[in-house]
C-alpha cells in the first residue's frame, strides 16, 4: 500500500496522540462495545442497557460514565430514567475498520498456513 501525500503530511503531535489514545480506552471493553452497538439504533434508557450485559446497574453505570467523559455518549434525564445518545456516531466506523484488520489478519495467516503446507 502506498501512502498519500495527505497520509504523510498528517503527522500528529505528542498531545493529539494523546487524545485519539484515551478514545480508544474508552472504547477498550467489550460492554463499552455494545452499549455504543445498541445506541445505534437510537437513544437507550440505562434500564434496557442494563439488559445488554449480565452486570450490576453500577458497573453498567460506570461503563457509561467512561464513554461519557471520551465524548462518545450524552445523556439526558426524562422523568426517572437516563437517556444515552450517541454523541459521535463517526465512531462506528472504528468499528468496521477493527472488524478489517481481523479480517486482513485471517487472510495473511490463512496464506502463511498453504505457503507450508
Do not use: W
Not at 463499552?32 to 449480565?54: H, Q
Amino acid at each position: 500500500m502506498t501512502m498519500t501525500k495527505t497520509m504523510i503530511s498528517r503527522k500528529i503531535n505528542y498531545r493529539q496522540a494523546r487524545i485519539r489514545a484515551d478514545i480508544l480506552k474508552a472504547l477498550a471493553h467489550p460492554v463499552r462495545i455494545m452499549i455504543v452497538s445498541a445506541l445505534t439504533a437510537g437513544d437507550r434508557c440505562v434500564c434496557d442497557l442494563n439488559k445488554l450485559a449480565d452486570i450490576a446497574q453500577s458497573n453498567m453505570s460506570r461503563h457509561l460514565a467512561v464513554l461519557k467523559k471520551a465524548g462518545i455518549v450524552t445523556d439526558r434525564r426524562l422523568g426517572m430514567n437516563v437517556f444515552y445518545h450517541l454523541q459521535t456516531p463517526c465512531i462506528l466506523q472504528a468499528f468496521e475498520c477493527a472488524v478489517e484488520v481481523v479480517r486482513a489478519d485471517t487472510k495473511r495467516r490463512n496464506e502463511n498456513v498453504q505457503s507450508i503446507a
